[in-house]
């Protein structure tokens, strides 16, 4: 998988290292309340190494899941997505899969930009790479990765249950 560069960032593969780093992450509640229809928190370092393993899996020209580390000293931040969005129970198929962005960071790295920077640099990258549609679906009440969307330039699309099951605001950006 590739890495990607913004001017602060660098946006690259997970290592079985940042397990502890990522056991962190995901073990609190403030980080993954808003992740998926059902959040859990992680609870021990093997389930961060199968976490990892999962993430390294995706063999992909544009899609991944990436580790957030700052351009400066490699410190980690957090983690960005770019992949197919799974679709509700009962939803139709048979259109071309919806391609979703997201992101979750270190509280620590809260307020800082890095969530709009790391996604900027990956729609341009996925853009550049012949992507035509990215979504973001965000909980009605994550007003933070919503305002993200916003800085982004995606164009909120209103209220959907598409995916995961679950309410969620659906925002969606186009290649220029």
Known sequence: M???ASDRLLLRP???EDADFLLDLESRWEVVRFLGAQPTIMTNREDALAS???RCAIDDPINGIWAITTAADGRLVGNL???PIPLSAGEPAG???DVEIGWHLHPDAWGH??????AAAVLDDAFSRGQTRVIAVTDPDNHASQ???RRLGMT???RTTRYYDTPNELFEKLAN
């Open 113 to 118: 930009g890095y969530a709009t920077e790391a």
């Open 81 to 83: 997505l770019l992949k």
């Open 95 to 97: 259109r071309p899969t």
């Open 147 to 149: 305002a993200v969307c």
């Open 52 to 54: 990892i393993a999962r």
């Open 156 to 158: 909120h699309i209103g």
């Open 14 to 16: 997970w290592r079985d």
């Open 2 to 4: 590739r890495t990607i």
